[in-house]
């Protein structure tokens, strides 16, 4: 009698490598493994990654590229909506479960898999993530999650693997790492805490330069087309600068945030490429859009950006955003300067055909050339009639 067929989210790292043994002895599964890059992983690390799983005794794995892809449905919204979560983590893995889950989800439909699993825990935001694109994309799926359900600490994980010879990085095991095209996650014992912070060795990027350089990101309708003047596609954009960026140590933070499931949690990134991206995106708007179109984007980028954090990314409400914020960037186009340093960056200025800031009108406290002191004095005092009328009525 055959076995039945599971399909397990894999990344080769503590969590999936014990849900792979688990499965198979366990549970008495054929396990498929799949993982999903979303651009965090090298070609290398792809075929070791696959080595490993098929050293497990998996059935087949598959490599299930969608970094493209990601940059494109997901990605570019973000940073048109400038989506900085508590004004700090750029989602950097809680916009790529989404696309995870729907690739995991179309491959366990492709093979009849009667069962999908991924290593979350049963305190995180990834399960709910997870979950929700299982049961609207497969819902005849049973979903396993054996990290959850057996409420295993990493140190239980890593007696267990140990006990089956599997030979890890155990001193790397005590940190929780998700890379991806949009920054790394790190998790360990310090972010368990609301006063420890993660120690240098924690990061997977090392501060290798001294001193300072500035680069150049081009942007055309809000999509990033150049770095330092050398045309390229949105995702070597991103790769190029977070080559040079994360080589100072920038983009480094511990986020603090409320969980989907309702407590608080926090957890370390370093995300150089996103948070200078997006700040630089940021500051060429303030200069080619106009006050209310930078008001009404900011509401909707943070609503776009906590539905995707928590796992909304199906809702056709979502679409709806995107228009939206796809149309307010017809007219940002131009060059932004960054400089960069240990652990901090600075943006200098932009240069764009489309600057508000270049109009013959006037310039701030300095020179009206549109309007008379005159036209002023009227202004003002229309625009101080209902609070003066307010202020007459009520003694105020």
């Given at each position: 009698m055959?076995k039945?067929?599971?399909?397990?989210?894999?990344?080769g790292g503590l969590?999936?490598?014990?849900?792979?043994?688990?499965l198979q002895?366990e549970?008495?599964?054929d396990?498929?493994?799949?993982?999903?890059?979303t651009?965090?992983?090298?070609p290398?690390?792809?075929?070791?990654t696959?080595?490993?799983?098929?050293?497990?005794?998996?059935v087949?794995h598959?490599?299930l590229?969608?970094?493209?892809?990601?940059?494109?449905?997901?990605?570019?919204y973000?940073?048109?909506?400038?989506?900085?979560?508590?004004?700090?983590y750029?989602?950097?893995?809680?916009a790529?479960?989404a696309f995870?889950?729907?690739?995991?989800a179309?491959?366990?439909?492709?093979?009849?898999?009667?069962?999908i699993a991924?290593?979350?825990t049963?305190?995180?935001?990834?399960?709910?993530?997870?979950?929700?694109i299982?049961?609207?994309i497969?819902?005849?799926?049973?979903i396993?999650?054996?990290?959850r359900?057996?409420?295993l600490?990493?140190q239980?994980?890593?007696?267990?693997?140990?006990?089956?010879?599997?030979n890890?990085?155990?001193e790397?095991?005590?940190?929780?790492v998700?890379?991806g095209?949009?920054g790394?996650?790190?998790?360990?014992?310090?972010?368990?805490?609301s006063?420890?912070?993660l120690?240098e060795?924690?990061?997977?990027?090392?501060?290798?330069?001294?001193?300072?350089?500035?680069v150049?990101?081009?942007f055309?309708?809000?999509q990033?087309?150049?770095?330092n003047g050398?045309?390229?596609?949105a995702?070597?954009?991103?790769?190029?600068l977070n080559?040079?960026?994360?080589q100072y140590?920038i983009?480094r933070?511990?986020h603090?945030?409320?969980?989907?499931?309702?407590?608080?949690?926090?957890?370390?990134?370093e995300?150089?490429?996103p948070v200078?991206i997006i700040?630089?995106?940021?500051?060429?708007?303030?200069?080619?859009?106009?006050?209310w179109?930078?008001?009404?984007?900011?509401?909707?980028?943070?609503?776009y950006?906590?539905?995707l954090?928590e796992g909304?990314f199906l809702?056709?409400?979502?679409?709806?955003?995107?228009?939206?914020?796809?149309n307010?960037q017809?007219?940002?186009?131009?060059?932004?300067?960054?400089k960069l340093a240990?652990?901090?960056?600075e943006?200098?200025?932009?240069?764009?055909?489309?600057?508000?800031?270049?109009?013959?009108?006037?310039?701030?406290?300095?020179?009206?050339?549109?309007?008379?002191?005159e036209?002023?004095?009227?202004?003002?005092?229309?625009?101080?009639n209902q609070t003066?009328?307010?202020?007459?009525?009520?003694?105020?």
């Amino acid at each position: 009698m055959s076995k039945k067929k599971v399909v397990l989210a894999f990344s080769g790292g503590l969590d999936t490598t014990y849900c792979a043994f688990y499965l198979q002895e366990e549970r008495n599964l054929d396990v498929y493994t799949a993982l999903v890059n979303t651009g965090g992983f090298t070609p290398d690390q792809l075929v070791e990654t696959e080595k490993k799983a098929r050293s497990y005794g998996v059935v087949d794995h598959v490599n299930l590229e969608k970094t493209q892809d990601f940059y494109d449905e997901c990605l570019r919204y973000l940073i048109y909506g400038n989506v900085l979560k508590n004004n700090t983590y750029p989602l950097s893995v809680s916009a790529e479960r989404a696309f995870q889950a729907l690739a995991i989800a179309k491959y366990a439909k492709s093979i009849n898999a009667d069962y999908i699993a991924h290593g979350s825990t049963g305190a995180g935001n990834d399960q709910v993530r997870f979950d929700l694109i299982f049961q609207i994309i497969c819902p005849d799926v049973e979903i396993i999650t054996p990290i959850r359900d057996n409420k295993l600490s990493r140190q239980a994980e890593i007696e267990y693997l140990k006990g089956k010879g599997v030979n890890l990085s155990w001193e790397k095991a005590k940190y929780s790492v998700n890379r991806g095209l949009w920054g790394t996650s790190v998790g360990g014992a310090e972010t368990l805490t609301s006063h420890l912070t993660l120690p240098e060795e924690a990061y997977p990027s090392q501060v290798q330069k001294e001193g300072s350089e500035e680069v150049e990101l081009t942007f055309e309708k809000g999509q990033l087309t150049a770095f330092n003047g050398k045309k390229m596609g949105a995702v070597q954009v991103i790769e190029s600068l977070n080559a040079v960026a994360s080589q100072y140590g920038i983009g480094r933070d511990v986020h603090v945030g409320d969980t989907i499931i309702g407590i608080k949690g926090r957890v370390g990134f370093e995300a150089a490429a996103p948070v200078v991206i997006i700040k630089a995106h940021h500051l060429l708007e303030k200069h080619n859009l106009t006050k209310w179109q930078q008001h009404w984007k900011e509401q909707l980028g943070n609503w776009y950006g906590m539905l995707l954090h928590e796992g909304q990314f199906l809702d056709p409400v979502m679409r709806d955003i995107e228009v939206f914020l796809e149309n307010t960037q017809r007219n940002v186009t131009g060059t932004v300067k960054i400089k960069l340093a240990p652990y901090r960056f600075e943006v200098i200025g932009v240069q764009s055909d489309k600057d508000l800031m270049a109009s013959d009108f006037g310039q701030y406290g300095e020179m009206n050339n549109g309007w008379s002191g005159e036209d002023v004095k009227g202004f003002t005092k229309i625009l101080a009639n209902q609070t003066k009328i307010y202020s007459s009525i009520n003694n105020d």
